[in-house]
């Protein structure tokens, strides 16, 4: 079982550059999200999803857009890169859509350099 | 909005160490509380969480956290550390609104 699966591991971008951070998941679950994890700031919610076709903003939406065509696909863009979004970025599901008991399982993470 | 605060970014402890990390959370709704731990180079993963009944949770790895209403507090404790417990420890809090929202992390080193 694979669980939530992030591609790519690492990326190196230039200043005004775009790219797509890549999530799937294949638990079936209904609720997909992104967070990016900064030295000394935990984790910030970027953007979720609790279904297909359902996209919300979390804390840090700004510069980043997202989408959820199926289940199982929840990726990220950076529209135009700037150095502030150099970070690692982890997606993350769960089963339910409402926060209720479940816990978010995370993918492996994305190392994102932005020169 | 709701919020959780760590109370403690660097913890260094030598193995055999209790250890208690605090967590405090502001929402005044429902919720359900949960810590994750991320060893080095790793994913974030379940540690332990609560959502009813005993406010006293086992998790992983002889790792215990105790839900204080009152407080709005959710400590994670450990008798004993090792040094494999070295990693960074999250605390999160989920409401019934969809949204979790984690606190800023503790560092912990456990020295051998």
């Known amino acids: 079982n694979a669980g939530v699966t992030q591609t790519p591991k690492f990326q190196v971008l230039k200043t005004g550059q775009s790219m797509t951070l890549q999530c799937a998941q294949d638990?079936?679950?209904?609720?997909m999200s992104w967070y990016r994890q900064d030295p000394g700031m935990g984790l910030r919610l970027i953007h979720y999803s609790v279904g297909a076709g359902i996209t919300d903003q979390g804390e840090v939406p700004n510069g980043y857009n997202v989408s959820r065509s199926t289940t199982e696909d929840f990726p990220l863009r950076l529209l135009s890169a700037a150095p502030s979004q150099t970070s690692v970025y982890f997606c993350a599901s769960r089963q339910t859509p409402g926060g209720g008991t479940g816990e978010l399982f995370f993918g492996e993470g994305s190392r994102l350099t932005v020169l | 909005a709701q919020s959780v605060s760590q109370h403690n970014h660097h913890v260094i402890l030598s193995e055999a160490a209790s250890l208690e990390l605090g967590c405090n959370y502001s929402y005044g709704g429902t919720v359900n509380l949960f810590w994750y731990v991320q060893y080095p180079g790793q994913h974030l993963q379940l540690l332990l969480k609560?959502?009813?009944?005993?406010?006293l949770v086992k998790g992983i790895k002889g790792f215990e956290a105790e839900f204080i209403k009152s407080k709005f507090s959710f400590n994670l404790r450990k008798p004993s550390v090792q040094w494999s417990d070295t990693a960074e420890y999250f605390c999160?809090?989920?409401?019934?609104?969809?949204?979790?929202?984690f606190g800023d992390g503790t560092t912990l080193t456990v020295k051998p």
């Open positions: 638990m079936n679950h209904e609720y």
């Open positions: 609560y959502f009813s009944g005993d406010p």
């Open positions: 999160a809090v989920n409401t019934n609104a969809g949204k979790s929202t």
